[in-house]
C-alpha cells in the first residue's frame, strides 16, 4: 500500500500532521539527486580543461563544443522531463532519472585514459551528460506538487539552489580529486603532464558512481508518488497555448539561462584571460546556486516581480562591468562584477520560479516549471558557443557581453509591462494570479 494516500497541503491541518513530514522527506532526497544530474551535466566544463594537457590534441572550439553539448541536450530532454512526473508520477522518474547518470560517468572515465579516443566518442559521452540536464525539470516539477503556495517560492529554492549547487561541486572537487592516486588500483593509471606532474583525470567520473548508486536506492525506498497528480500528456501541453508561459519562459533564460551559461564557460574563459586563477572558477556556480534559495525565500516576502526586477537591473550592470574590467585587464575587478552577475542570476533563478505558482493553477504549474527550465537550459548551450564565436572572431569575449545587455533590457521591459505594471505600481505586491 503506498505510503501516502490522500494529499492537500493547502488544508493547514493536514499539512502539520503528516503533509510536512511527507514534503520534507520527498524535499531531502530530491535535493542530493539533482545535486549528482548537475555535477554530471557540467563535469565537462572542468575535463575538458584538462584533456590537452594528458594528451589529446583538441580546438579550443572543440573544447567548448565539449563543455557545450551537454547544455543542448539536457535543455533539449527538459521538454520530457518535464511532463515525466505528470505520467510515471515522481518517485519512479527520479529513480530512473538518477539511475541513467551512471552511464556516462563510467564512460567518461574509461575514455579519458586513452589519449588516442576519437572526438566522436568525447561527443557522445558529452552528449550523454545531458541526461543530468533533462533531471532539473522533473525534480522542480516533483517538489512543486508536495508544498502548498506559501511555501513553494522557499522550497524550490532550496531543491533549486542547493541542487544547483552539483555545479560548483564538480568546479571544485574535480582539481582536488584528479591529483591524487589513492583510487588508481580501482581506477586506472594516472597521465603524466609535460611538467612531470601526474593527474587521474578518471577520478573526476569514476568518483560519483557510488553516491548515484546509493540516491538511486533512497529515492525508491524514500521517495513517493503522490496521488492526484498524475496528468496525460495532452492535459499539460495545455500551458504551450498560455501567454505567460512564453513571458515567463524569457524572463527565466535570462536568469537560469545566465546561471547555467556562465557556468559552463567560467572555466574555460577564466583559463583564457587569466589562466593563473582558473582555479577559481568554482566561485561563480557556487555564489549563484547559494543565492538561488535566498531568491526565492525574499520574493515570498516582497514578491517575485520586484525582486526580478531588481534582478536585471543588477546583471545588466554587473555585464558592463566585466566588460569594463576584462578591457583593463584587472583580474580582482573582473571577478567581483562577474560574482555580482551570478549572485544576480543565481536570485533571479529563485524569484522568477516563486512567480509562476502565483500565476498559473496547480497542475499548470508543475510542467510550466519544466517547460521554462528547458528553454533555459539551452543557456548552457549557447553562452559557451557565443564566447567561442567572439573570440573567435573578434578576439576577446566582449561582443557575447552586449548580446546578453540587450537580452537583460528587454527582460526588463517585459517584467515591469506584464507583472509589475499589473501589480498596481507597487513592486512589493506578489504576482497577481493569470491563465491566460
Partial sequence: ??????????DPEFWEKEGRRHAKRNLWISVPSLMLAFIVWQIWSVVAVRLNDIGFNFTPDQLFTLAAIPGLVGATLRFVYTFAVGKFGGRNWTVVSTAALAIPAVGIGFAVQNPDTPYSVMFTLAALCGLGGGNFSSSLANISFFFPKKEKGTALGINGGLGNMGVSVVQFVTPLIITTGTFAALAGDGQLLKNGQQLWLQNAAFIWVLPIAIL???AWFGMDNLPGTKQSVAEQFVIVKRKHTWIMTWLYVATFGSFIGYSAAF????KSQFPQYVSLAFLGAFVAAAARPFGGWISDKFGGARVTSLVLITMTIGAVMVIYFMGRHEFGGFLAAFLVLFFAAGTGSGSTFQMIPGIFPVKEAAPVLGFTAAF?????????????WSTANFGSPV???????????VSIALNWYFYQRTAGGSLFAPAKKRAA
Fill in 1 to 10: 500500500m503506498a505510503r501516502i494516500q490522500q494529499w492537500k497541503p493547502e
Fill in 216 to 218: 538511486t536506492v533512497a
Fill in 267 to 270: 572555466p574555460l574563459l577564466l
Fill in 376 to 388: 533555459a537550459a539551452y543557456g548552457s548551450f549557447f553562452i559557451p558557443k557565443l564566447f567561442g
Fill in 399 to 409: 561582443a557575447a557581453f552586449y548580446i546578453f545587455i540587450g537580452f537583460y533590457v
